[in-house]
């Protein structure tokens, strides 16, 4: 390249809002960063960028580039289409009932269009798996409701429930 070896790195941090007045100092703090050297970028080089994010606070990863696609494919381009998809399917009236849950689930929802057009459809094969595997879990669930299978509803939600406290209790446990 022009400037020598690229690393390249993705911290996962930011939220809906764009631009410099949007900063914050702590903004990688505890934040997961990906860093995603190819096979021939030179080791200290990629442990020099591992050590810059470190230094901001950031939790460092280091992944293949293909596995980085789809893992943010699951964890960040997901999220924002379903977020998206939860607003458009509102039917006229029923938004302005909406409360905390609503807004919290779709908050991501706020994000430029215009980056997230770009991120669709760079990462657009990953996407489309992570859509389809949704898909199932969701059809699953449907199947229950249908069905009228409140056990099976138990279940589904309280792994879900499981999953995601130990998700959370992984990134709080970060902080200490």
């Given at each position: 390249?022009?400037?020598?070896?690229?690393?390249?790195?993705?911290?996962?941090?930011?939220?809906?809002?764009?631009?410099?007045?949007?900063?914050?100092?702590?903004?990688?703090?505890?934040?997961?960063?990906?860093?995603?050297?190819?096979?021939?970028t030179p080791?200290?080089?990629?442990?020099?960028?591992?050590?810059?994010?470190?230094?901001l606070g950031?939790?460092?990863?280091?992944?293949?580039?293909a596995a980085?696609?789809?893992?943010?494919?699951?964890?960040?381009?997901?999220?924002?289409?379903?977020?998206?998809?939860?607003?458009?399917?509102?039917?006229?009236?029923?938004?302005?009932?909406?409360?905390?849950?609503?807004?919290?689930?779709?908050?991501?929802?706020?994000?430029?269009?215009?980056?997230?057009?770009?991120?669709?459809?760079?990462?657009?094969?990953?996407?489309?798996?992570?859509?389809?595997?949704?898909?199932?879990?969701?059809?699953?669930?449907?199947?229950?409701?249908?069905?009228?299978?409140?056990?099976?509803?138990?279940?589904?939600?309280?792994?879900?429930?499981?999953?995601?406290?130990?998700?959370?209790?992984?990134?709080?446990?970060?902080?200490?």
């Amino acid at each position: 390249g022009r400037g020598g070896p690229f690393v390249g790195s993705h911290p996962m941090a930011g939220s809906e809002q764009a631009g410099p007045l949007s900063a914050r100092a702590d903004l990688f703090v505890n934040a997961a960063c990906i860093v995603t050297p190819s096979p021939n970028t030179p080791q200290g080089l990629t442990r020099r960028v591992e050590r810059f994010w470190r230094s901001l606070g950031a939790i460092v990863s280091r992944l293949a580039p293909a596995a980085h696609d789809r893992a943010v494919a699951r964890v960040s381009h997901l999220p924002h289409i379903l977020a998206a998809m939860i607003v458009m399917g509102q039917k006229s009236g029923s938004i302005d009932l909406a409360g905390a849950g609503f807004l919290d689930s779709t908050r991501i929802a706020s994000g430029s269009p215009a980056m997230w057009r770009e991120i669709i459809l760079t990462n657009r094969k990953a996407i489309l798996k992570a859509i389809d595997d949704a898909d199932e879990q969701l059809m699953n669930l449907r199947d229950l409701i249908e069905l009228g299978d409140g056990p099976g509803i138990d279940s589904f939600l309280e792994a879900a429930r499981k999953r995601r406290d130990k998700l959370v209790a992984k990134r709080l446990s970060r902080k200490e």
